[in-house]
């Protein structure tokens, strides 16, 4: 049986349309035991092999380091992982010691840390939005950025990007060997995926070949992602300064 982690919350209703997308494209394959779960745990349980698929955002690979496959990106949602400070304190260290950083992702947040402050710096990881820590609790947040609507009402602008971010379908590594499995995956993330806006590139569904000759599954990877299978590694894209008026 085919075990599958798709989010719950806000994209519960594309997780479960893709439920019902699988069960129409294949109704006489094996059947699969499907799961919604918190987005952040599914990368770390399809790297332990406890889930065969899963669907997450690209934040949460990064961040978790999960040793995972990735399929296609389905574009459920488009985010930036940003710096995020007041105006004028782009430059600001800490006022009585380290420089505080406050993030729902540690590990992003201790890399972003590392090489701005070296080892002058101190990392709260936190759960839900983190903006109301500035200024009086933190000096920076690290935080996922969509339509910036929340960071423009508490005064905040996004000094630097660490990436963008976009929702991925994995697998585990040994359901990876599984090439009927693989094709079966292409064929269900094609379906479930949402059109790319036309600043993206598009898609391509097909198999690749990676650095060392192995079929992928998905598109061709873009800077910044290391290939092989398409192994989930650290390697956010370089950063760039965002412009403050686009949020």
Not at 38 to 66: F, H, Q, T, Y
Not at 156 to 174: G, H, K, N, R, Y
Not at 184 to 202: F, K, Q, S, T
Request: with cysteine; net charge neutral.
């Amino acid at each position: 049986m085919l075990r599958t982690g798709l989010p719950k919350g806000r994209l519960l209703p594309r997780s479960e349309a893709a439920v019902a997308s699988y069960g129409e494209l294949f109704p006489d394959e094996r059947p699969a035991h499907h799961r919604f779960l918190r987005m952040p745990d599914i990368p770390g349980l399809v790297a332990e092999g406890l889930l065969d698929v899963g669907i997450a955002g690209e934040e949460w690979l990064v961040d978790s380091g999960a040793d995972v496959v990735r399929v296609a990106p389905l574009c459920w949602y488009h985010v930036r992982i940003c710096a995020l400070r007041l105006p004028g304190r782009q430059d600001a260290t800490g006022a009585t010691g380290p420089v505080r950083i406050v993030s729902e992702y540690p590990r992003i947040a201790r890399d972003f840390g590392r090489r701005n402050w070296g080892d002058d710096f101190a990392v709260r990881t936190v759960r839900g939005s983190v903006e109301h820590y500035l200024p009086d609790l933190a000096d920076v947040a690290v935080e996922c950025v969509e339509t910036g609507a929340s960071m423009r009402s508490r005064g905040l602008v996004a000094t630097e990007t660490l990436f963008s971010a976009d929702v991925w379908m994995i697998c585990s590594p040994s359901a990876a060997g599984d090439d009927a499995l693989m094709e079966r995956l292409g064929r269900w993330a094609e379906a479930v995926a949402v059109p790319a806006p036309d600043h993206m590139p598009g898609r391509d569904f097909g198999h690749h070949r990676g650095h060392h000759g192995e079929r992928l599954v998905g598109p061709r990877p873009r800077p910044g992602t290391t290939v092989g299978r398409q192994r989930v590694v650290i390697t956010p894209e370089p950063s760039v300064t965002a412009p403050h008026g686009k949020r």
